[in-house]
């Protein structure tokens, strides 16, 4: 059974740029949420997904936005890349939205804005 | 704002030693206590805990948790050198009426030396 899918695993961009970043849940899994983790940091939550619309929004501005599909992956969308960005930008999965489940992290995009 | 603290930031022991890793946490409607394993990118899942004074356990590794007092342990006995890694604790909560996310403490780096 496959775990939870990123893609792409490394990416380079540029200042200003646009980023786009996939996720594939654990199949029957139906939340999706997206994290940023940045060096020496814990996760910060950004999105929630569930059912395919948005449940929950965490501290970052408009640039980021997400939505997910009726086969449940998730697209994570960053505009105007700032340097700040550079981050390891983590998918988890879980079977329902409540907090009281598991929920299990794919390996992650790297993504460095030069 | 939702809080974790995880303690000791960074810690390094011998090759048989027992570690207690620490977390406390000060958030909104909480929902569950989780902890992590990171080696290279996606934390691996190691515990939940919901209920107070329920010790979880999975081989060495052991965990309980205290609602009362806000924290909970993570004990690792007979540590291996395959125990090096960054030990996440992060709390689910209801960040609103629909939502669900995790908070995750900066993490507690172990080295297991020979």
């Known amino acids: 059974d496959a775990g939870v899918t990123q893609s792409p695993t490394h990416l380079i961009k540029t200042r200003g740029q646009h980023v786009t970043l996939r996720c594939s849940p654990i199949?029957?899994?139906?939340?999706v949420s997206w994290y940023q983790q940045v060096l020496g940091q814990g996760p910060q939550f950004i999105f929630q997904?569930?059912?395919?619309?948005?449940?929950g929004r965490g501290n970052f501005p408009d640039r980021f936005s997400a939505r997910q599909f009726p086969n449940y992956s998730s697209e994570l969308n960053v505009n105007a890349l700032l340097l700040g960005d550079s981050a390891l930008y983590l998918c988890a999965s879980s079977l329902v939205r409540r907090s009281g489940t598991e929920a299990f992290f794919g390996q992650g995009t790297r993504l460095t804005v030069v | 704002e939702d809080k974790v603290v995880q303690s000791p930031l960074s810690l390094v022991v011998h090759e048989g030693d027992t570690v207690t890793l620490n977390c406390s946490y000060e958030?909104?409607?909480?929902?569950?206590l989780l902890w992590y394993k990171q080696e290279k990118k996606a934390p691996t899942f190691l515990f939940m805990l919901?209920?107070?004074?329920i010790e979880k356990k999975s081989g060495r590794l052991s965990s309980i948790l205290d609602k009362k007092e806000l924290f909970s342990i993570l004990n690792i006995t007979a540590t291996q050198t395959g125990d090096s890694a960054i030990y996440l604790c992060a709390v689910g909560s209801a960040a609103t009426g629909t939502a669900s996310k995790l908070t995750f403490g900066t993490g507690t780096r172990l080295q297991v030396t020979l």
């Open positions: 919901t209920s107070s004074g």
């Open positions: 997904y569930y059912e395919k619309e948005e449940r």
């Open positions: 199949s029957g899994h139906k939340s």
């Open positions: 958030v909104t409607n909480f929902r569950s």
